[in-house]
């Protein structure tokens, strides 16, 4: 014989992802949350003619009861489908969809969810899958050509003798008022802005007409805003700059000798310096081929592994990335087109959200197939090193990630990259040339 009040459960699969679990409520249990609310109904209610509290269950069911039993199947449901849950064995991946009728007094309550679960992965051999990884490699041209960055950055801007005329890779400094028919217009005006030929910062056409300028010199440029121009009020409208050269000025860039390497602070002479920069390209060449590594597996599993992914964890990946895109941009795009942009992107980010789940989902199957567990210990030291680069207080930053759905984002994250730390062990590796 059933429990009094207990919750009756039969589970049918709809898909490789999906349950409908039919749920039926004992007649006990829907009796007293119709006592229950007609109870606290009448506690409430105003009723004409009668004092607070005092009017019977026969009017207030006259005059409320379908609101009652909205409030009733809402209890029902909360209640029970928790219960209906458990019972059924269940991991819900997202809110369940239910279907329900309103509930009767002293009788069952029946009502249907469905529910998006995770989906049940048959892993193929984790050893030996084929990667492929570049080699690292950083040449003598590579490091000159660092080297020369570095000139570039601390170059020097020397102002032009009199009279010399800008050409490309002058940079100047201009005053300029835009006007659109006549009329200036938003965003059109500046003073002392640093403009560099050859750069192509400005509208195309500026600074070409720019050329053969010098300083003092007073010019007239037209140019015609192009036609996706991020301002929609300009986009393809021409306009006239009144244009006034205040300077014209050259990089000039220092020598590449023991003096430069100790001008930079830290380093005896020139030959320091260039070991510093072939070690930081060769950490960074490592970086990039390690990530290569890892993306190289991950393809490797996700080709050989077929499984549906619930449609729900697509929509919250990329709900997630569309709200920090959404925050990133909003007050710097105008609404209604980064709002149109957003729409664009919800389709055409969506295989990527796919592709981001199914690769969670993997990971998350191969930790638990290997039993891959992340000790205090690791979370401790993982603080230890986020305090660290952020140049925080490690027992701050601790004391933020107190909340528990933190703390278990960043457990999650260590057990991916634990258990895409032993796929790239286990790995048969082709190194390859980006040449």
């Given at each position: 014989m059933a429990e009094e009040g207990a919750v009756r459960v039969t589970t049918r699969e709809e898909g490789p992802v999906v349950r409908r679990l039919e749920i039926e409520v004992d007649p006990k249990r829907v009796r007293r949350a119709f006592d229950r609310a007609y109870r606290d109904l009448a506690?409430?209610?105003?009723?004409?003619?009668?004092?607070?509290?005092?009017?019977?269950?026969?009017?207030l069911e006259k005059m409320f009861g379908p609101q009652v039993r909205e409030e009733i199947e809402r209890l029902l449901v909360s209640e029970s489908l928790p219960e209906a849950v458990e019972e059924a064995g269940v991991r819900p991946v997202a809110e369940p969809s239910i279907d329900a009728q309103a509930p009767e007094e002293d009788a069952p309550f029946r009502y249907t969810a469905e529910i998006e679960v995770k989906p049940t992965i048959a892993l193929p051999t984790l050893e030996g899958l084929p990667a492929s990884q570049p080699a690292v490699e950083v040449s003598d041209t590579d490091v000159l050509e660092q080297m020369e960055n570095l000139r570039e950055r601390h170059a020097q801007l020397v102002e032009e003798e009199e009279g010399t005329t800008a050409a490309q890779g002058s940079v100047l400094k201009i005053d300029f008022v835009g006007r659109i028919d006549?009329?200036?217009?938003?965003?059109?005006?500046?003073?002392?802005?640093?403009?560099?030929?050859?750069?192509?910062?400005?509208?195309?056409?500026?600074?070409?007409?720019?050329?053969?300028?010098?300083?003092?010199?007073?010019?007239?440029?037209?140019?015609?805003?192009?036609?996706?121009?991020?301002?929609?009020?300009?986009?393809?409208?021409?306009?006239v700059f009144a244009v006034h050269v205040v300077s014209v000025q050259r990089r000039e860039?220092?020598?590449?000798?023991?003096?430069?390497?100790?001008?930079?602070?830290?380093?005896?002479?020139?030959?320091?310096?260039?070991?510093?920069?072939?070690?930081?390209?060769?950490?960074?060449?490592?970086?990039?081929?390690?990530?290569?590594?890892?993306?190289?597996?991950?393809?490797?599993?996700?080709?050989?592994?077929?499984?549906?992914?619930?449609?729900?964890?697509?929509?919250?990946?990329?709900?997630?990335?569309?709200?920090?895109?959404?925050?990133?941009?909003?007050?710097?795009?105008?609404?209604e087109q980064l709002h149109g942009q957003l729409d664009a992107w919800r389709e055409g980010w969506r295989p990527r959200a796919e592709r981001d789940v199914r690769e969670a989902l993997l990971l998350e199957a191969v930790a638990a197939e290997r039993e891959i567990e992340i000790a205090d210990e690791e979370l401790d030291a993982r603080l230890e090193e986020m305090a660290e680069s952020q140049g925080m207080d490690a027992q701050r930053l601790r004391s933020a990630y107190q909340d528990g759905e933190l703390l278990d984002a960043m457990r999650v994250q260590l057990k991916d990259e634990k258990a895409l730390a032993f796929l790239c062990a286990e790995a048969k590796i082709e190194e390859t040339s980006d040449s």
């Open positions: 506690k409430r209610a105003r009723v004409k003619g009668f004092r607070a509290g005092k009017a019977p269950r026969s009017v006549g009329e200036p217009f938003e965003g059109g005006t500046g003073q002392d802005v640093e403009l560099e030929i050859g750069s192509d910062r400005f509208i195309p056409g500026f600074e070409d007409q720019l050329q053969g300028s010098c300083t003092g010199e007073d010019r007239e440029v037209s140019v015609t805003f192009p036609d996706d121009y991020a301002n929609e009020e300009l986009a393809g409208k021409e306009a860039m220092p020598e590449l000798d023991d003096e430069f390497a100790k001008d930079l602070g830290e380093f005896e002479d020139l030959a320091a310096l260039r070991e510093r920069v072939r070690s930081d390209l060769t950490e960074q060449q490592q970086g990039k081929a390690d990530a290569a590594l890892r993306q190289s597996v991950l393809d490797a599993l996700v080709e050989r592994t077929e499984f549906d992914v619930p449609a729900s964890l697509i929509e919250r990946r990329l709900q997630s990335q569309l709200s920090r895109a959404h925050r990133e941009l909003e007050g710097s795009v105008p609404h």
